[in-house]
């Protein structure tokens, strides 16, 4: 079983930053893939970015070029430095972490909201 704790939301004027924390209970070389997700109301959860154990990261179009997905291994912690956010990208934030064969662990989510 991995806990995660999502810390970093907020409310941020359109054009602003956030940095989103994902601190794990276990050592994040030990999971496959880590991730962050977001799900605004009335819509499916979607992928926002995600690491995998090797450091390789991933990013939904919707976010490349604004979005970055790091880690602190020694900290067993993945961020999500956001920039240039939208008013689109309001949302709850959910960190996953995925670990073969089929489980999928998730944090609490952290609100993010983007004021025009």
């Known amino acids: 079983q991995v806990q995660l704790v999502e810390s970093g939301g907020g409310l941020v004027q359109a054009g602003g930053s956030l940095r989103l924390s994902c601190a794990a209970s276990?050592?994040?070389?030990?999971?496959?893939?880590m991730g962050w997700y977001r799900q605004a109301p009335g819509k499916q959860r979607e992928l926002v970015a995600a690491?995998?154990?090797?450091?390789?990261?991933n990013y939904a179009d919707s976010v490349k070029g604004r979005f970055t997905i790091s880690r602190d291994i020694a900290k067993n912690t993945v961020y999500l430095q956001m920039n240039s956010l939208k008013p689109e990208d309001t949302a709850v934030y959910l960190c996953?972490?995925?670990?073969?064969?089929?489980?999928?662990?998730w944090g609490q989510g952290t609100q993010v909201t983007v004021s025009s």
């Open positions: 276990e050592s994040i070389v030990s999971i496959n893939r």
């Open positions: 996953n972490a995925f670990k073969v064969p089929l489980y999928d662990y």
């Open positions: 690491i995998t154990r090797g450091g390789m990261p």
